[in-house]
């Protein structure tokens, strides 16, 4: 499991590197509040994400994992109770 975690961190901080330079895809499982799509891509063109793809772009670099594009708050719970 600790393997999986440095790889992720890893990526991150790939991807990160590029994000600031160029256009470039990921290629991985894609998780969106809708659908799940098992071996699809996301293009990011710059600090942007460019288009969401069910299919694998070419040159894609593979996350072995799972994408959830767009921002999302982790640490952020709500529940019914909260006053």
């Not at 256009?23 to 942007?48: E, F």
């Not at 460019?50 to 040159?59: D, F, I, L, R, Y």
């Amino acid at each position: 499991m600790t393997g999986r975690w440095a790889l992720c961190v890893f990526m991150l901080c790939a991807a990160a590197r590029l994000a600031s330079a160029q256009m470039y895809a990921l290629r991985g499982t894609i998780v969106s509040p809708s659908d799940v799509v098992r071996d699809g891509s996301v293009a990011v063109n710059g600090p942007a994400i460019a288009q969401v793809m069910a299919t694998p772009a070419q040159n894609a670099i593979d996350v072995d994992g799972v994408i959830f594009p767009g921002l999302i708050e982790l640490l952020t719970s709500s529940s019914a109770d909260d006053s």
